[in-house]
């Protein structure tokens, strides 16, 4: 049915829109081809890409200006090597900077992106999705602590409530880091979601 989003490229969509929030990075450049031009039956229909997806995920849940989402989504940016270099493109046809950049990825994607930006001769700051959400993820849980403290809750509560999100959090983030078929067996060990994958079997 087309790319939906996996739980790393939400990562890497919420870690990019952190960075031009905090002033880091002036825009947010999505890449990423869309399914529909791989010689396969079932990426036949026509699709949203991958990098489509993500810049939606972001400007449905924040106030981010269009000038600052730029989406570089071509037919044939299907790997990485082709991600950057068709990114590049996008950059100059918007004649915008093309010399320093700021690269997010998951973890284990970012050597890779490394060398590629390296053998195109160009300057990148790489920046781990997981490590950025996990700091986010304790300044959103020291914040709703306090309000927890203002609201007259008892130290215990505040105590239980603080490490639950926390405990949340990093739930989400050991998601993040694991594959498709990992995160599967996660969830049918889950009783909740036990019945609804008997009975929908694409789930």
Request: net charge neutral.
């Amino acid at each position: 049915g087309g790319w939906k989003l996996s739980w790393e490229a939400k990562a890497r969509a919420l870690a990019a829109y952190q960075l031009w929030k905090s002033g880091a990075v002036p825009a947010i450049i999505f890449t990423g081809g869309r399914p529909g031009e791989r010689n396969n039956e079932m990426y036949q229909l026509d699709h949203k890409s991958n990098a489509e997806l993500m810049l939606n995920y972001i400007r449905e849940r924040f106030n981010v200006p269009d000038e600052a989402l730029i989406l570089e989504d071509d037919p044939g940016s299907i790997k990485t090597v082709d991600n950057v270099g068709l990114a590049i493109n996008a950059l100059e046809q918007r004649n915008l900077p093309t010399e320093n950049f700021v690269t997010v990825s998951t973890g284990f994607h970012l050597d890779r992106i490394s060398k590629i930006m390296e053998k195109y001769g160009l300057k990148s700051q790489p920046v781990s999705a997981e490590q950025g959400l996990t700091e986010i993820a304790r300044e959103h849980a020291d914040k709703m602590k306090t309000r927890d403290v203002d609201r007259g809750l008892s130290k215990e509560i505040v105590g239980r409530n603080y490490l639950h999100r926390l405990g949340l959090y990093g739930r989400m983030l050991e998601r993040i880091k694991l594959n498709d078929q990992a995160f599967m067996d996660e969830l049918k060990n889950e009783p909740k979601w036990q019945e609804a994958m008997n009975n929908w079997g694409y789930y």
